[in-house]
């Protein structure tokens, strides 16, 4: 099994990414992808999660309303598009998935929020 994280890039403040996590390989029973970031100097935070089967989805408070997520169950992926970024909103994006009962962590992809 293998996650991949993609779509970070430069974003000007207010302005929008949408970022997608690959799954390949076997993946029986996938209950649920999520997101989180780490800006430097601070520690690893959950941004959302979406259940696979029946699509129950969680955000963090600081991403309401701004960030949407939702899974693409034919393709494999989960994709969060990000609106309305902040400042607050720069850090390096993964996304992890529980599947058979492990948790399994894709690489990071870069969100840059600067004018």
């Known amino acids: 099994v293998q996650l991949q994280a993609f779509g970070g890039g430069l974003v000007q403040p207010g302005g929008s990414l949408r970022l997608t996590c690959a799954t390949s390989?076997?993946?029986?029973?996938?209950?649920?992808t999520g997101w989180f970031r780490q800006a430097p100097g601070k520690e690893r935070e959950g941004v959302s999660c979406?259940?696979?089967?029946?699509?129950?989805?969680f955000y963090a408070d600081s991403v309401k309303g701004r960030f949407t997520i939702s899974r693409d169950k034919r393709k494999n992926t989960v994709s969060l598009q990000m609106n309305s970024l902040k400042a607050d909103d720069a850090a390096v994006y993964y996304c992890?998935?529980?599947?058979?009962?492990?948790?399994?962590w894709g690489q990071g992809t870069e969100v840059t929020v600067s004018s």
């Open positions: 390989g076997v993946t029986p029973d996938h209950y649920a």
């Open positions: 979406i259940t696979n089967d029946d699509g129950m989805i």
């Open positions: 992890n998935g529980i599947i058979g009962g492990r948790l399994y």
